[in-house]
């Protein structure tokens, strides 16, 4: 079992950036993929980036694409979300998770163990 604290929420405007972080303890962190989710009120939680356990392999839907970057340090035991060119409909609570696998998983009944969550509110 792997536990996950997220830090790095906060309020931004629009176009700002923010950098997510969440730390993990526990044996498997370097051998579990990683992903970061999001849920805003009312809405079902989703995936906005995952990275495989060595970092090769990245996951972006196509709402965050070319402004959220994924990335891992192992030796930290630490999983980073950096958010650029932030918007209003970024707004919500963001969670670290870990897989119960190495390789790249979207899904979230994929992800084991969760984060408390961080909340990012971004004003237009």
């Known amino acids: 079992q792997v536990q996950l604290v997220e830090s790095g929420g906060g309020l931004v405007q629009a176009g700002g950036s923010l950098r997510l972080s969440c730390a993990a303890s526990g044996r498997t962190f370097s051998n579990s993929a990683m992903g970061w989710f999001r849920q805003a009120p009312g809405k079902e939680r989703e995936s906005v980036a995952a990275?495989?356990?060595?970092?090769?392999?990245?996951y972006y839907p196509d709402s965050v694409k070319g402004r959220f970057t994924i990335s891992r340090d192992n030796a930290k035991n630490t999983v980073y979300l950096q958010m650029n060119s932030l918007k209003p409909e970024d707004t919500a609570v963001y969670y670290c998770?870990?897989?119960?696998?190495?390789?790249?998983?979207?899904?979230?009944?994929?992800?084991?163990?969760w984060g408390q969550g961080t909340q990012v509110t971004v004003s237009s």
């Open positions: 990275i495989s356990w060595s970092g090769g392999n990245t």
């Open positions: 998770a870990a897989a119960r696998y190495r390789s790249l998983v979207i899904a979230g009944s994929d992800f084991g163990s």
